[in-house]
């Protein structure tokens, strides 16, 4: 099973794509950011976003999607923006036909060390060693993607 992760952002957002076989071993395909620059109108990032996912979705040939959910934001600007990218990831996954999964930041923290409160650095050292890799994907958007398609993984195995 090919899993795509996403770590929606609309400045930056991350991307993983891995492969679970059958005994649930995992293995990095691919992973990722986009970035859009700040000054841009949001109608030409969300275009960015729509475009640069898409092509990555066709190289990549994932299954599924496991999008992070917005959890809460420091300020309402930086919700929107954010929720208007999730909407763009959304609607790329549906284009492209693959299943959709949302998982909270909580989940992904326990999924990955048993914890809700766990620190980034431990969700980015879970991934680390999950996806037998000599270093921790960067930037945190990238290893982010990852976990959320690691829960993917491990919530689909049981």
């Known amino acids: 099973m090919r899993v795509m992760g996403i770590d929606p952002g609309?400045?930056?957002l991350g991307f993983g794509v891995i492969d679970v076989d059958k005994n649930h071993q995992l293995e990095l395909v691919d992973a990722g950011v986009?970035?859009?620059?700040?000054?841009?109108?949001d109608d030409l990032r969300l275009k960015t976003i729509h475009d640069e996912l898409t092509n990555i979705i066709q190289e990549t040939k994932p299954i599924a999607?496991?999008?992070?959910?917005?959890?809460?934001?420091?300020?309402?600007?930086?919700?929107?923006?954010?929720?208007?990218a999730r909407g763009v990831v959304?609607?790329?996954?549906?284009?492209?036909?693959?299943?959709?999964?949302?998982?909270?930041?909580l989940q992904i923290k326990q999924s990955l060390t048993g914890y809700g409160r766990?620190?980034?650095?431990?969700?980015?050292?879970?991934?680390?060693t999950l996806?037998?890799?000599?270093?921790?994907?960067?930037?945190d958007d990238c290893a982010d993607a990852l976990a959320a398609a690691i829960t993917h993984s491990m919530i689909t195995r049981f």
């Open 131 to 139: 996806l037998k890799l000599q270093e921790v994907p960067k930037p």
């Open 34 to 41: 986009i970035r859009t620059p700040v000054k841009q109108s």
């Open 65 to 84: 999607m496991a999008v992070e959910k917005l959890f809460f934001a420091k300020n309402v600007t930086t919700a929107m923006s954010v929720s208007q």
């Open 90 to 105: 959304l609607l790329c996954g549906r284009q492209a036909g693959l299943e959709i999964y949302e998982y909270t930041p």
């Open 10 to 12: 609309t400045g930056i």
């Open 118 to 128: 766990a620190e980034k650095k431990q969700i980015q050292e879970m991934v680390k």
